[in-house]
């Protein structure tokens, strides 16, 4: 990856945390293994979307299903010209513009309200249906998480996708291997990602989720046959911060005195960024 985009993927972490602690709560790990994945999608051209215009009705659709993750897309929207810092740094805050999880309305480039796990390809599914029927070429993206594929909507939607060829439905999976408490495979015992999403009648491809490089081909290059794809993203949650990584209580947490000074020193943070 070139540094421009190593520079920025650092500086969206960096901006994950300083809202998040400001606004005194966050899914931080789960925003932080996605930052590549939606980076990828909104700055590097995957996405035909224009902030300028961002209510184009050829524009492709971004659900962010795993909505915890809301900061990780609100970020990576103002980075793209989308929402404004000010909005951003309302979060949390009385009468803010955005709220915990992303909410229809409160910002462009928000395209679905999201956080109860498991309805976002559901919605998806019927976005993808309608550019299908409009034939203007457009495609929608879903993200989910590997710990909201416990649940059975998600199947549901699987299932339906693959019935209607929906072939402009991209979904990614991050996979991160974690849930909220522990790892998915000690949850759910044996777990092949590939195996279940090839059965629902889905290509699928896997790829490295933090090497924005490996994405831009594999999001230029999937497959044409009439039927939706899933991208196997393997990501680590927490990515970024040492002390994060691969650790399933930072699911939700926020850091004491000693984390932080970890935090702010491996993400380059001052004590004046975080002045409330």
């Known amino acids: 990856m070139n540094q421009v985009d190593l520079d920025n993927c650092k500086a969206l972490r960096k901006r994950i945390f300083t809202v998040a602690y400001k606004g005194g709560m966050g899914h931080l790990a789960s925003c932080f293994s996605s930052v590549e994945i939606i980076y990828t999608l909104l700055l590097k051209g995957v996405m035909k979307c224009d902030a300028a215009n961002p209510t184009m009705q050829e524009r492709d659709r971004f659900v962010l299903s795993k909505g915890h993750g809301g900061l990780a897309l609100y970020t990576t929207l103002e980075m793209a010209g989308f929402i404004s810092k000010e909005d951003v740094d309302s979060y949390l805050k009385p009468n803010a513009a ?3 999880e992303p909410n229809l309305g409160d910002a462009a480039g928000i395209e679905v309200s999201t956080g109860s796990l498991g309805h976002g390809l559901s919605m998806a599914v019927g976005m993808a249906m309608a550019q299908k029927l409009d034939g203007n070429g457009a495609r929608t993206f879903c993200l989910i998480g590997d710990g909201e594929s416990q ?6 939607a699987a299932m339906a996708a693959s019935s209607f060829e929906l072939e402009n439905l991209v979904g990614i999976l991050d996979c991160n291997e974690l849930q909220k408490t522990n790892r998915i495979d000690e949850t759910m015992k044996y777990i092949s990602w590939e195996e279940k999403w090839k059965a629902f009648g889905w290509n699928v491809v896997t790829v490295d989720g933090h090497d924005i490089d490996a994405m831009v081909e594999t ?3 999937l497959p044409k046959n009439h039927k939706p ?7 680590t949650k927490g990515k970024g911060v040492s002390i994060m990584e691969g650790v399933p209580k930072w699911h939700f947490k926020m850091p004491n005195k000693k984390e932080l000074k970890v935090i702010m020193e491996e993400l380059s943070i001052s004590e004046e960024e975080l002045e409330v």
């Open 98 to 100: 955005i709220g915990g």
């Open 151 to 156: 649940e059975g909507s998600i199947w549901e």
């Open 219 to 221: 999001f230029s290059s």
């Open 229 to 235: 794809t899933m991208v196997i993203a393997k990501t």
